[in-house]
C-alpha cells in the first residue's frame, strides 16, 4: 500500500514563506514523477510545480521565481519551497506522484495525498 503524506501548510502574512512537504511510503520501487497541485475555493485544481525522476522541473507561471520544488530519493520525499506568498496563493495544496512498486516494477499509478492548508493572509 502506497501513501503520500503532505505536511508543512499553515497561514502566513503576505510576503512570507512556507515549506511543503511529501513523503511518500509503502512498497515503492521507483517514483517517476512528482507534482504539486493547488486547489483554491471555487476554482479547479491547477499545476503548480513537478519534477521529474531525473531533477528537472516545471512550474505554473504564476510561481516561477518564487516556488521551488525539489526532492529527496532516498527519503522518498517531495518538497514544495514557497517564499514570497500572495494572498492568491491561498488553496489546498496537493501533492500528487507516478510510483511503480516492488511488486509491479514496470507499470505506473498514480496517487494523491490528503490536502494541505497554506492560507496567505493580506
Known amino acids: 500500500q502506497v501513501q503520500l503524506v503532505e505536511s508543512g501548510g499553515g497561514l502566513v502574512p503576505t510576503g512570507g514563506s512556507l515549506r511543503l512537504s511529501c513523503a511518500a511510503s509503502g512498497s515503492i520501487f521507483t517514483i517517476t514523477y512528482m507534482g504539486w497541485y493547488r486547489q483554491a475555493s471555487g476554482k479547479q485544481r491547477e499545476l503548480v510545480a513537478a519534477i521529474g525522476s531525473g531533477g528537472s522541473t516545471n512550474y505554473a507561471d504564476s510561481v516561477k521565481g518564487r516556488f521551488t520544488m525539489s526532492r529527496d530519493n532516498a527519503k522518498k520525499t517531495g518538497y514544495l519551497e514557497m517564499n514570497s506568498l500572495l494572498p492568491e496563493d491561498t488553496a489546498v495544496y496537493y501533492c500528487?506522484?507516478?510510483?511503480?512498486?516492488?511488486?509491479?516494477?514496470?507499470?505506473?499509478?498514480?496517487?494523491w495525498g490528503q490536502g494541505t492548508q497554506v492560507t496567505v493572509s493580506s
Open positions: 500528487h506522484a507516478r510510483i511503480t512498486t516492488m511488486q509491479r516494477r514496470y507499470l505506473e499509478n498514480s496517487y
